[in-house]
């Protein structure tokens, strides 16, 4: 019964392709976000949505778009790959301000 | 801006020993939250403990604690009886409170949190 699933786990793909991680969460929250984790562990906000309108917009370049088809889905698709891009990609979701996020298990894109 | 500083970027603990983690943050609200965020090797990202800034008591969770400085703006984590599991990244998280995902958790850098047999 996972609360936030994000797919696919592991993404490795060549320099110049598109690709998509599709997150989902069954917890009914209103909010949902893209953060992205570096090598040195630091994360960063990218995204949020809330019921399924983009709120948060961080400096994230344009090859990057997230797609929200309803509030319990918010998918980030990513053109273009560079090796910049190799992370750890989380969705995470919220219930009302002061609470803590939920975040799915990540996804570790490698660009090669 | 907001933002959360660790200043000790790793951290060693005996087992069964008590460690604390450090946190301080910056910000102009008079309302917000406080987290701390445990990251083990499976990348999981698991809520520790959670405080309110209104609450002048602090946090407890089983072994978990905190001590919430409000006017220092300090916000550590001391674990109690160390054990193996507790080994993981340990990240301080601030959330100012406002509706509709117009905020975002702001994350320190983290400490990794070795713990010796």
């Known amino acids: 019964d996972t609360a936030v699933s994000q797919t696919p786990k592991y993404l490795v793909t060549q320099m110049g392709n598109d690709k998509s991680i599709k997150c989902e969460q069954n917890l009914g929250h209103d909010t949902m976000y893209w953060y992205k984790q570096d090598s040195k562990k630091f994360l960063k906000i990218m995204f949020s949505y809330n019921n399924k309108e983009l709120i948060i917009n961080e400096t994230v370049p344009n090859r990057f778009s997230p797609k929200s088809p309803d509030k319990a889905h918010l998918n980030l698709h990513i053109n273009s790959l560079e090796l910049g891009d190799s992370a750890v990609y989380f969705c995470?979701?919220?219930?009302?301000?002061?609470?803590?996020?939920?975040f799915g298990s990540g996804t570790r894109l490698t660009v090669v | 801006a907001q933002t959360v500083t660790q200043s000790q970027p790793e951290m060693s603990v005996q087992e069964a020993e008590t460690v604390t983690l450090s946190c301080t943050y910056d910000t102009s609200e008079s309302d917000y939250y406080l987290f701390w965020y445990k990251q083990p090797p499976s990348r999981q990202m698991i809520l520790v403990i959670r405080q309110e800034a209104y609450k002048q008591q602090n946090a407890t969770e089983n072994r978990f604690s905190v001590n919430f400085q409000k006017a220092a703006k300090s916000f550590s984590l001391k674990i109690s009886d160390s054990q193996l599991g507790d080994a993981a990244m340990y990240f301080c998280a601030y959330r100012a409170t406002r509706q509709g995902g117009s905020e975002k958790l702001v994350f320190g850098k983290g400490t990794k949190l070795t713990v010796n047999p």
């Open positions: 995470a979701s919220s219930q009302a301000s002061g609470y803590g996020y939920t």
